[in-house]
């Protein structure tokens, strides 16, 4: 017996919200191993980043390298990466490693929650042209998917449909646009799939800006993609959707948002900032755990 495993490429984040720490406690709680491979440093906590300190690519690298030369993984996830030279590290080891990679879902974080870039020009141009046509799944926000189209920030759900069907043709097999950023009583993501394209509504809890969603929320579905694995390891796909059908991605989907409405509504009460209050509010990783 093997556990579902799955690699996350990211950031470390000194306050625990996102990056790699929120990835590998969302793991724990969805009953996946999380691995990891540090892609940068960034000194953050709830009132914004302090600073970032990149690391060289042939870094990066070995830390992948040294993962899948030894450990069974069943999906991988590339969040924020920083530099071109650490995408391009990435990169070079998808295509070394492809078979040994499972499942694909690129985060590609670009901009911090307080607006504060997180990757170069050149790296952002790196990662359209070498990452995003390769992914099983990018999970991009507003913003971060005008940046890689080019385009203007979309202010309404038709434009964002447009944008993601744009991306999607970019090559890869699935786009989850999350829609938070725009105007409205529902926070509204636009998933284009191999079954077409939908809207997932959710209605808004006032008040609440939490920073680490987006990580919690692809982190969420590569840790049931990985579980995807596992049942087919089993034989027992029935549980999420027959293999290669076209429902997987949107089941897989719909229940992580889930996990991470639940852990938001589940920290609406903790105060984790010494000063009382913070701009953004946390994210309760570990709601499974709880034993309620």
């Known amino acids: 017996m093997r556990p579902p495993l799955v690699l996350t490429i990211s950031a470390s984040d000194s306050d625990g919200a996102a990056g790699i720490q929120a ?8 009953g996946v191993y999380g691995a990891s491979a540090v892609s940068m440093i960034s000194a953050i906590n709830t009132r914004g980043l302090r600073g970032i300190h990149y690391l060289p690519g042939d870094v990066v690298r070995s830390q992948i390298d040294a ?15 920083g530099s071109a030279a650490v995408v391009e590290a990435v990169a070079d080891a998808i295509t070394a490693h492809r078979d040994s990679l499972g499942t694909l879902v690129c985060d590609p974080v670009m901009l911090s929650t307080d607006g504060s870039p997180l990757i170069s020009e050149e790296g952002a141009r ?14 991009p926000n507003i913003a971060e998917l005008a940046q890689l189209l ?18 999607a043709g970019l090559g890869p097999k699935a786009v989850l646009v999350t829609g938070g950023g ?48 596992e049942f087919d390891r089993a034989g027992e796909l029935d549980e999420i959707g027959e293999e290669g059908t ?20 589940n920290a609406r009460d903790w105060e984790i900032s010494r000063a ?3 701009a953004h509010s946390p994210v309760n990783h570990l709601i499974t755990l709880d034993g309620d």
């Open 23 to 30: 990835d590998l406690k969302t793991f724990t709680a969805l």
């Open 67 to 81: 993962v899948v030369s030894d450990l069974y993984v069943d999906a991988t996830k590339i969040g924020a990466l």
């Open 126 to 139: 790196a990662l359209r042209e070498r990452i995003v046509p390769i992914v099983d799944l990018i999970t």
């Open 150 to 167: 080019g385009r203007p920030v979309a202010t309404d759900i038709e434009t964002v449909r447009e944008q993601a069907l744009a991306l």
């Open 182 to 229: 725009l105007p409205g009583e529902d926070a509204v993501d636009v998933i284009v799939h191999e079954g077409g394209t939908d809207l997932l509504r959710a209605e808004r809890v006032p008040g609440r800006h939490p920073r680490g969603a987006g990580d919690t929320l692809s982190a969420a579905i590569t840790a049931q993609l990985a579980r995807l694995e």
């Open 246 to 265: 076209a429902d997987d991605m949107f089941t897989v989907v719909a229940s992580a948002r889930e996990f991470l409405a639940s852990a938001i509504d």
């Open 276 to 278: 009382g209050h913070s």
